[in-house]
């Protein structure tokens, strides 16, 4: 199924929010929806739209898969609260963790986090709220990697040949396909979104265990978290698309009190992009990589080694995995 493109430049936003407003209602009709908001951009958007579409029709839930930054679903919860939107926090934690025991391979891994989101953890809810559809915020960018192989999406199926009513029991919406992300950052600006939600940079759909190499688990996924955090707080004025840490498999010899210390290793990426489809590393000052260096070694249990990525995409791509 072929999504035609509406370029960013030709975006009448106005006019698009109208319709889609509309196109909404009108596919839900006298039913319900839910949605499930991550706090990024895309999902931000969708359920804005969906709001006004629906109003008290729409529900809205945060998923806890335990694989986000610090206090996220607080923080996405509370700010929506302020747009008069209420959002219900889902535990899920202990299901995706199950999930993700023993998983190594990358597409295995999104394979199970899409699995454990969609069939197990959404198909319950939707039963439970008696809800038709489902609204989600996949984008244009989302849609092509999966089809092109480069990476499995965890949000896009009917494009597979996945029929989401036959496979989960529920009708998708994806009223933002046709836009890239800076299409979708116009559209959530037009509707009144904060700016700390539509210049947020990118996040993955599986979130930090897209920035695991090898098994996810409790303990990983606290290193990762902690290296995220120092990621941002120093990149944040650097105006990039997007920056990120990556925790390696492998481990590495280090020096610790003049003994050996085979530890971990974080790859860190900054990236200069448009629309996602290409980008650039940034040229960081070198004392910008030092600070990252030291604080890494230093606040990071167990990291010995940290590097910085300097390939474009393609050949690489954003994230790891």
């Known amino acids: 199924m072929k999504t035609k493109e509406i370029k960013t430049r030709e975006l009448n936003a106005g006019k698009f929010i109208k319709e889609k407003i509309e196109e909404i209602s009108k596919t839900v009709g006298s039913n319900s929806a839910i949605t499930a908001l991550s706090g990024g951009v895309d999902s931000s958007t969708a ?3 969906g709001h006004k579409a629906l109003g008290e029709k729409l529900k809205v839930v945060f998923i806890d898969n335990g694989l986000m930054r610090e206090n996220e679903p607080q923080k996405v919860a509370s700010m929506f609260e302020e747009l008069g939107i209420l959002v219900e926090i889902i535990d899920a934690k202990k299901q995706f963790f199950n999930a993700l025991k023993g998983v190594t391979d990358p597409e295995q891994k999104r394979e199970v986090v899409t699995r454990t989101f969609y069939k197990k953890i959404f198909a319950k809810l939707v039963r439970e709220s008696g809800a038709k559809c489902l609204l989600q915020g996949t984008i244009l960018t989302d ?3 999966t089809i092109a192989g480069i990476k499995r ?3 896009v199926f009917e494009q597979l040949g996945i029929d989401p009513e036959k496979a989960f029991g529920y009708k998708i919406i994806e ?3 046709q836009l890239r992300k800076d299409g979708v950052r116009k559209i959530a600006k037009v509707l009144g979104l904060p700016k700390s939600i539509y210049e947020r940079m ?3 759909g599986p ?3 897209a920035r695991i190499i090898g098994e996810v688990t409790p303990e990983r996924i606290k290193i990762i978290r902690k290296a995220t955090a120092i990621v941002e707080e120093e990149l944040k004025e650097t105006g990039a698309f997007q920056y990120l840490a990556i925790l390696h498999h492998d481990r590495v010899t280090g020096i610790r009190n003049r003994k050996r210390d085979f530890g971990l290793q974080i790859e860190i990426r900054c990236w200069e992009s448009v629309d996602a489809r290409t980008a650039a590393p940034t040229r960081l000052p070198y004392d910008i990589l030092e600070t990252l260096a030291k604080r890494m070694t230093n606040e990071v249990p167990g990291v ?3 590097t910085y990525n300097i390939t474009s995409k393609p050949p690489s791509t954003m994230e790891a995995i």
């Open 153 to 155: 999406q965890h949000n």
């Open 47 to 49: 359920t804005l739209l």
């Open 143 to 145: 849609i092509e990697e």
């Open 207 to 209: 979130a930090l265990a």
């Open 202 to 204: 990118p996040f993955p």
């Open 175 to 177: 009223p933002l396909r």
């Open 304 to 306: 010995v080694s940290v």
